[in-house]
Every structure is written in C-alpha cells, then in structure tokens.
C-alpha cells in the first residue's frame, strides 16, 4: 500500500512564513470536470457520500447551496468517458474532502466500492488523513480539518512547484496562505490549490480528472488579458452561449494541465 502524500510533504512556500498575499485579480473557481463511464451513476455517488447536491444542471454535483449572488459553488462535472486512465499518475492527482470523523467517512465510502490507497493516519502538526480512490479511479484525500468542512482541495504535481504556483497566481490570482502554519496554497473562494513535486505526470486530459474550471465575469477581458501574459490557449472564446448558457475557452497550465474558462452568460440553477 503506497501512501500519497497529498498534504503530508513537499509543499511550496512562495512568499515565506505566514505571509499572506492578495493579487489584485482573483477569478472565482468554478469546477472540476471528470470522467467516467456511467456519469449518471458517478454524480449519484458523489451525492449519496461526499454531501454533494444538485448542481445547476444535471450533469453536475455542488457542495453546497446556492440562491443566487456571489460566488457560484464549486461544481463537479461527469462526462461519458470509458477509458479514462485514472488521476494517479496525472498532472492533477486528486481532490480532497474535510469531514469531522474521516474513519468513519472511510469506511463509508469502501462499503461504497471506493478502494483504499493509505489508511487513516496523523501527519504530525496537521491533522488526520487518508486516501481513498473512488469507483472511476479519482484520487480523494480525506482529511479532518475542523474549520475547513466539505470540499477542500485539488492536489497537483508537477516537475516545478514554485514556477506552477506563479503561473497560477499570474494567470487567476488567489489568496496566498498557509494551512495550520504548515501548507502553503492558494485559495479560491473556499477551496485550496495545492501544488506538489512530481516529474514525468501525464497531461490531464483523459484522466478520471479531465481538467479544471475558472469562471471569470467576462471571457473576452480575461482571454485578452491571459494572452497578454503568453497563456496557451488549446480553445479560443466560443462567440454564442452554448446550451447551458454558458461561454467557454480552453487554456494549458503548467504541466499539461487542462483548464476551462467559463463566462456564466446565464445561469440555469434553480
């Protein structure tokens, strides 16, 4: 049994101690889109054991409430894929749950078919964590952070943590700061970015996570502006709303990391 250690190691501090730092342009996060071969039956489970909720449209989960103004929830999106190679091994490993017993949550989710990749376990100064994989080989951390409940985090690995966690911060801004003393990441609303050392991952597209989702007010200024700072993009502005309202593009992280922006144009969510 192999141990991944998500939050235990290895983790970047780009401005040193407890700095905190705000950069002056913070996009909202706004999803991760994964793949599996049966989305219908992939949204129920996330449903029925990691608390999510109906999202703003059927192929999507939330994780918590949304009635409008403000920032949209993070969603998790399916999409029909039967050969998705799993997170492991990929530029995005994993995403990670907090949950105030996360035994008990353990258990739960292996009688749900999830596998264990490391038990329960402290990391020393943090808290406790552990790692399980669900059904369609998505990578999901657990961890029991009392003041952080819910969703929490996406995990990457990449061959440079500091020059990644840069890109980001250039690219879609975030908060600076650092978990407990000890983890330094970026934050987007309520969830965390986190950035680990990891040489030879595969790109993310055709993973259990195909990639992920920030949501800017407006696509063309944000396109304009990524441009500016010699971001790839894979996808230019699509110039109509697709059928759920929506405006997108495609950008390339660091690492092959696949990124969606989406320009909410309207908003199905009921």
């Given at each position: 049994?192999?141990?991944?250690?998500?939050?235990?190691?290895?983790?970047?501090?780009?401005?040193?101690?407890?700095?905190?730092?705000?950069?002056?342009?913070?996009?909202?996060?706004?999803?991760?889109?994964?793949?599996?071969?049966?989305?219908?039956?992939?949204?129920?489970?996330?449903?029925?054991?990691?608390?999510?909720?109906?999202?703003?449209?059927?192929?999507?989960?939330?994780?918590?409430?949304?009635?409008?103004?403000?920032?949209?929830?993070?969603?998790f999106l399916f999409i029909k894929a039967p050969d998705a190679s799993p997170s492991e091994g990929?530029?995005?490993?994993?995403?990670?749950?907090?949950?105030?017993?996360?035994?008990?949550?353990?258990?739960?989710?292996?009688?749900?078919?999830?596998?264990?990749?490391?038990?329960?376990?402290?990391?020393?100064?943090?808290?406790?964590?552990?790692?399980?994989?669900?059904?369609?080989?998505?990578?999901?951390?657990?961890?029991?952070?009392?003041?952080?409940?819910?969703?929490?985090?996406?995990?990457?690995?990449?061959?440079?943590?500091?020059?990644?966690?840069?890109?980001?911060?250039?690219?879609?801004?975030?908060?600076?700061?650092?978990?407990?003393?000890?983890?330094?990441?970026?934050?987007?609303?309520?969830?965390?970015?986190?950035?680990?050392?990891?040489?030879?991952?595969?790109?993310?597209?055709?993973?259990?996570?195909?990639?992920?989702?920030?949501?800017?007010?407006?696509?063309?200024?944000?396109?304009?502006?990524?441009?500016?700072?010699?971001?790839?993009?894979?996808?230019?502005?699509?110039?109509?709303?697709?059928?759920?309202?929506?405006?997108?593009?495609?950008?390339?992280?660091?690492?092959?990391?696949?990124?969606?922006?989406?320009?909410?144009?309207?908003?199905?969510?009921?």
């Open positions: 049994m192999r141990v991944l250690p998500v939050l235990g190691s290895v983790l970047v501090v780009l401005f040193g101690g407890s700095v905190r730092a705000q950069a002056p342009r913070t996009l909202a996060y706004d999803h991760v889109h994964m793949a599996a071969p049966d989305p219908e039956k992939a949204l129920d489970w996330y449903k029925k054991n990691l608390g999510g909720i109906a999202g703003e449209s059927a192929e999507r989960v939330a994780f918590e409430s949304w009635t409008g103004g403000g920032a949209r929830p993070v969603q990929s530029v995005i490993d994993g995403v990670g749950f907090s949950f105030p017993d996360i035994q008990a949550k353990l258990e739960q989710l292996e009688a749900a078919g999830a596998t264990v990749r490391a038990p329960v376990h402290d990391v020393p100064g943090l808290w406790k964590q552990a790692v399980v994989v669900d059904p369609w080989g998505v990578n999901i951390e657990l961890v029991e952070d009392r003041d952080h409940l819910g969703f929490h985090h996406i995990a990457l690995r990449v061959p440079n943590p500091e020059e990644s966690l840069k890109w980001y911060m250039t690219a879609f801004g975030g908060e600076r700061t650092t978990l407990r003393g000890r983890v330094d990441a970026l934050k987007y609303g309520g969830m965390y970015l986190i950035v680990l050392k990891g040489d030879g991952k595969a790109p993310s597209r055709g993973r259990a996570i195909d990639h992920l989702g920030w949501g800017p007010a407006s696509i063309d200024a944000t396109a304009a502006d990524l441009k500016g700072k010699s971001v790839t993009f894979t996808a230019e502005p699509q110039p109509k709303p697709n059928a759920n309202g929506h405006r997108t593009a495609y950008v390339e992280g660091p690492g092959g990391v696949r990124i969606e922006l989406v320009e909410h144009m309207a908003c199905l969510w009921k």
